[in-house]
């Protein structure tokens, strides 16, 4: 009879703490869930706004402080990481939204769209062969990503663009002038 007690002693301690553990994460999720829900409803309030007014520049602040202090508190929430890097593009904040995108990939290694948000932040922080390759890793995870394929050959364009502009010092050639600067041409109907 004292090991049926004792059994069911330990069966209701374990059952105890599973469900006070499980509370514990709820509360924690539900705390979570509030700061991104707060912290959205001020992105939503700033989005409307001049790009420079001064109170969009303190609604997203305080929109990127409730976030940070979410993963601060749950570095594995792929949400906040998500959003933040939503507020740092709204701020037009690169640099930190590569940082943020490159600790969500971390989470969700498997995830491409996440490598084409991170393409994106390169292609806008002027990194045109980041883009490209952040690109090329999610279509080696989904070669199927259409969005990938579309985006991979935009950037491929503003790649190429770039270095013909660089080849050429930024002076304008005509066709058919074989390199040579227009400039210092001459056409063939008048000699000088």
Do not use: C, W
Request: net charge neutral; proline share 5%.
């Amino acid at each position: 009879m004292k090991t049926v007690y004792g059994i069911i002693a330990h069966t209701v301690f374990a059952l105890t703490l599973t469900l006070s553990q499980t509370a514990a994460a709820s509360a924690d999720i539900t705390k979570e869930n509030t700061g991104i829900h707060a912290a959205m409803k001020l992105y939503s309030q700033a989005l409307p706004l001049d790009i420079d007014s001064p109170k969009r520049a303190e609604l997203l602040d305080q929109s990127a402080s409730i976030l940070q202090k979410v993963i601060e508190n749950n570095p594995e929430s792929l949400e906040a990481h998500r959003k933040l890097m939503g507020v740092y593009l709204l701020k037009q904040d690169y640099s930190n939204g590569i940082r943020t995108m490159q600790s969500a990939i971390t989470l969700s290694p498997e995830d491409p769209k996440l490598f084409i948000t991170l393409a994106f932040l390169y292609e806008h922080s002027g990194a045109f062969e980041y883009a490209k390759a952040m690109l090329n890793q999610a279509l080696a995870l989904d070669p199927n990503q259409k969005i990938a394929k579309e985006y991979k050959i935009v950037i491929q364009q503003k790649i190429d663009a770039l270095n013909m502009d660089q080849l050429h010092k930024g002076k304008k050639l005509m066709g058919a002038n074989h390199g040579k600067p227009a400039d210092t041409t001459h056409s063939p109907v008048d000699p000088k």
